[in-house]
C-alpha cells in the first residue's frame, strides 16, 4: 500500500508560481510512477503530468508544458509539480496518484493511490 499526502496550495496571482509536494509512505513508492491530476467543479479529472519510476522520463500535457514542471526523490519519498506561469484556468483541485507499475501514465484508470487533494487557486 502507499499512502499519499499532498500540500502546497493555496491562492496565487496570476503569472505567479506554486510547488506542490506529494509525500508517499510505503515501501513500494521507488517502484511507482506517479502522477499529477486536476479537477474542477463539474469536470472529470484530467492529467496533468506524470513521472517514472527513477525520474528520468515525464510527460505533460499540452497546456502546461513549459510551464510547469514534474520531479522525485526516492529518498524521501516525494513527488513535486512546480508551477510557474499560472492561469486562471490553471485553478482546480490537485491531486497526487501511484500506480503499481515503473512505466508514467497519463490515463487515471492507471493508478491504484490517490491522495486527498490540494486546492489551487490563480486568481486574474
Known amino acids: 500500500q502507499v499512502q499519499l499526502v499532498e500540500s502546497g496550495g493555496g491562492l496565487v496571482q496570476a503569472g505567479g508560481s506554486l510547488r506542490l509536494s506529494c509525500a508517499a509512505s510505503?515501501?513500494?513508492?521507488?517502484?511507482?510512477?506517479m502522477g499529477w491530476f486536476r479537477q474542477t467543479p463539474g469536470k472529470e479529472r484530467e492529467f496533468v503530468a506524470t513521472i517514472n519510476w527513477s525520474g528520468s522520463s515525464s510527460y505533460y500535457t499540452d497546456s502546461v508544458k513549459g510551464r510547469f514542471t514534474v520531479s522525485r526523490d526516492n529518498a524521501k519519498n516525494t513527488v513535486w509539480l512546480q508551477m510557474s506561469s499560472l492561469k486562471p484556468e490553471d485553478t482546480a483541485i490537485y491531486y497526487c496518484?501511484?500506480?503499481?507499475?515503473?512505466?508514467?501514465?497519463?490515463?487515471?484508470?492507471?493508478?491504484?493511490?490517490w491522495g486527498q487533494g490540494t486546492q489551487v487557486t490563480v486568481s486574474s
Open positions: 496518484a501511484g500506480r503499481r507499475s515503473i512505466f508514467y501514465s497519463g490515463d487515471t484508470g492507471d493508478y491504484a493511490y
Open positions: 510505503g515501501r513500494t513508492f521507488s517502484n511507482s510512477a
